[in-house]
């Protein structure tokens, strides 16, 4: 893996590299820190699982010092501007989930969309990574499935009652993924991470949790097909 990015001549230290890289480690740091606040909001809703949901929460603080120290390694300020606004979608429908007590689309949001976004990302990023941001990334994905399973074994155990509301909450939110992958294309174009691969990636990670849940192979191409068109 550490032989791609050299093969690529990445230039870590170019002004083109650290201008993407200023939203790009933006968009990893505001992600990390929603997905803080969406598992304290998740505690509450969920009491029964109040513990599992503050462990999930501490490790995403802390993966996100991770990656403010990879920004710093690079000498790059995150543009955290660009990155709330890129997370807006997301972060107001979670909010009104909450706000109306809809786990089901709450856990939609955050265990399935966002950390298989997420996942999608890291393993994209992790082969043309400089070699301080590789080795925080490799520790981060690996956090990553066992946040993902916990959604995913909450959602099983409950598909049943959740099965419409899931289908709704994925019409909803999916086209937003696709919206934000069209809007990083060219910045992770520079860190030589390819949208068709992102892309693979988040649909291969987001159909295996639709199926880990209880949805048939006919469902996931149905649900997964909302907003496809846009990517």
Same mark, same amino acid.
């Given at each position: 893996?550490?032989?791609?990015?050299?093969?690529?001549?990445?230039?870590? %230290?170019?002004?083109?590299?650290?201008?993407?890289?200023?939203?790009?480690?933006?968009?990893?740091?505001?992600?990390?820190?929603?997905?803080?606040?969406?598992?304290?909001?998740?505690?509450?809703?969920?009491?029964?699982? %109040?513990?599992?949901?503050?462990?999930?929460?501490?490790?995403?603080?802390?993966?996100?010092?991770? /990656?403010? $120290?990879?920004?710093?390694?690079?000498?790059?300020?995150?543009?955290?501007?660009?990155?709330?606004?890129?997370? $807006?979608?997301?972060?107001?429908?979670?909010?009104?989930?909450?706000?109306?007590? %809809?786990?089901? @689309?709450?856990?939609?949001?955050?265990?399935?969309?966002? *950390?298989?976004?997420?996942?999608?990302?890291?393993?994209?990023?992790?082969?043309?990574?400089?070699? /301080?941001?590789?080795?925080?990334? *490799?520790?981060?994905?690996?956090? *990553?499935?066992?946040?993902?399973?916990?959604?995913?074994?909450?959602?099983?155990?409950?598909?049943?009652?959740?099965?419409?509301?899931?289908?709704?909450?994925?019409?909803?939110?999916?086209?937003?993924?696709? %919206?934000?992958?069209?809007?990083? *294309?060219?910045?992770?174009? @520079?860190?030589?991470?390819?949208?068709?691969?992102?892309?693979?990636?988040?649909?291969?990670?987001?159909?295996?949790?639709?199926?880990?849940?209880?949805? @048939?192979?006919?469902?996931?191409?149905?649900?997964? $097909?909302?907003?496809? @068109?846009?990517?």
């Amino acid at each position: 893996m550490q032989q791609v990015a050299a093969d690529l001549e990445l230039d870590f %230290k170019s002004e083109k590299y650290k201008d993407a890289y200023s939203r790009i480690n933006a968009i990893v740091i505001e992600g990390e820190q929603e997905a803080y606040e969406n598992y304290i909001t998740l505690a509450q809703l969920l009491p029964e699982d %109040k513990e599992d949901l503050i462990r999930l929460s501490k490790m995403e603080s802390r993966h996100k010092k991770g /990656f403010e $120290a990879c920004g710093r390694n690079l000498q790059v300020s995150p543009d955290m501007e660009f990155a709330k606004e890129f997370f $807006a979608g997301l972060h107001s429908n979670f909010q009104e989930a909450a706000a109306e007590g %809809k786990v089901v @689309t709450c856990l939609l949001i955050q265990s399935l969309i966002i *950390e298989c976004f997420a996942i999608a990302a890291y393993n994209i990023y992790i082969p043309v990574a400089d070699d /301080f941001a590789r080795k925080i990334t *490799e520790g981060v994905v690996k956090d *990553e499935y066992s946040h993902l399973n916990f959604g995913e074994v909450w959602l099983q155990k409950n598909f049943a009652q959740s099965k419409a509301e899931l289908e709704e909450a994925n019409r909803r939110n999916l086209p937003i993924v696709w %919206k934000m992958l069209n809007q990083v *294309e060219h910045d992770a174009a @520079t860190l030589a991470m390819e949208k068709e691969a992102l892309v693979e990636d988040f649909m291969i990670q987001y159909g295996e949790a639709l199926s880990n849940i209880g949805f @048939t192979t006919r469902d996931i191409m149905r649900m997964s $097909a909302y907003g496809l @068109t846009a990517a």
